[in-house]
């Protein structure tokens, strides 16, 4: 349209803006999650440094989808994140794209410098987070379960550099409950940026009541699962004293997240969630190593 603007239509770039695109704290994340999955399939000779490259590549792979993202959104950003580099015009479209498909390029390299397996994930990992960006995330529910499909995989690829990725599927299959439960809270979170923007997630084609039901169905099927390894004494003691610690973090979040919450109340949950998260990666690092 004459005289508007488009967010991030600029070309240009700001250095530090392009750290903040690629959302260092995330990619940490997934790289954290490797190198616990490799602690989970019990590393070989040589393996801490296939997992470390690993983990490099995960933290690659999720630079490059957290840049490409967002381009794609940069116009339901300006309404629901108005402060991320590309809606905010402080990187400009082409310069985060470049900065995507190095991002990308650089994974793929290094899952490749790991084993053929590892560089076939690592380009499954680019191919998924292309097609959620440019496709799928127009599809309800297709597209938070694909999202937490490609988030829980950093644990697959730490099995992957150690030659024995069969042990990582229970900590992949709870890792997943808890991207997609999360997922599904950050699309009612968004809802009003994602609606101007022709985005229809589950809590636009649902409601966000709906689709707050969804999540808050998934938080407790996680809860119940994580419980199973306990029972079967699958991980040591220190499993179940950081899944307390979760299990209390995930509690507060059915309190938080309920019908009716606002924005902000919201986004706290999905904070929450991903501090959870973050303590179960925690206990299976505990629980293997104790």
């Known amino acids: 349209m004459a005289g508007r603007s488009v967010p991030g239509s600029a070309?240009?770039?700001?250095?530090?803006?392009?750290?903040?695109?690629?959302?260092p704290v995330n990619g940490a994340l997934a790289g954290c999650a490797v190198l616990v999955g490799a602690c989970v399939a019990g590393l070989v000779d040589?393996?801490?440094?296939?997992?470390?490259?690993g983990a490099l590549a995960a933290f690659g792979a999720a630079s490059g989808?957290?840049?490409?993202?967002?381009?794609?959104?940069?116009?339901?950003?300006?309404?629901?994140?108005?402060?991320?580099?590309?809606?905010?015009?402080?990187?400009?479209v082409r310069?985060?794209?470049?900065?995507?498909?190095?991002?990308?390029?650089?994974?793929?390299?290094?899952?490749?410098?790991v084993s053929p397996v590892a560089g076939a994930l690592a380009l499954a990992w680019v191919a998924a987070t292309a097609l959620y960006s440019l496709a799928v995330k127009r599809v309800?529910?297709?597209?938070?379960?694909?999202?937490?499909?490609?988030?829980?995989?950093?644990?697959?690829?730490?099995?992957?550099t150690q030659g024995r990725p069969g042990p990582s599927s229970a900590p992949f299959a709870l890792a997943f409950l808890a991207h997609l439960a999360r997922e599904i809270v950050k699309d009612v979170e968004d809802l009003e940026g994602d609606s101007a923007a022709g985005v229809r997630t589950?809590?636009?084609?649902?409601?966000?009541?709906?689709?707050?039901?969804?999540?808050?169905?998934?938080?407790?099927?996680?809860?119940a699962a994580a419980a199973v390894p306990l029972a079967n004494r699958t991980y040591g003691w220190g499993y179940g004293a950081a899944l307390v610690g979760a299990d209390a973090l995930l509690v507060w979040?059915?309190?938080?997240?309920?019908?009716?919450?606002?924005?902000?109340?919201?986004?706290?949950?999905s904070r929450l969630l991903k501090w959870a998260m973050v303590l179960g990666l925690l206990a299976f690092l505990l629980g293997t190593l104790l």
């Open 11 to 23: 070309s240009g770039s700001d250095a530090g803006a392009l750290l903040r695109l690629a959302r």
């Open 65 to 92: 989808a957290n840049a490409l993202n967002d381009v794609v959104d940069r116009r339901a950003d300006a309404v629901n994140r108005p402060r991320r580099p590309v809606a905010a015009g402080r990187v400009g």
């Open 140 to 160: 309800p529910l297709a597209s938070n379960a694909l999202a937490a499909a490609v988030a829980a995989s950093p644990l697959v690829m730490g099995g992957v």
């Open 202 to 223: 589950i809590a636009a084609a649902a409601g966000p009541r709906a689709a707050l039901t969804v999540a808050r169905l998934v938080i407790v099927a996680l809860i």
């Open 253 to 269: 979040t059915l309190a938080t997240a309920v019908p009716g919450a606002d924005r902000a109340a919201l986004g706290r949950a």
């Open 95 to 113: 310069a985060a794209l470049a900065a995507a498909v190095v991002a990308y390029a650089g994974a793929v390299a290094l899952g490749f410098a």
């Open 46 to 53: 040589g393996g801490l440094r296939a997992a470390a490259l």
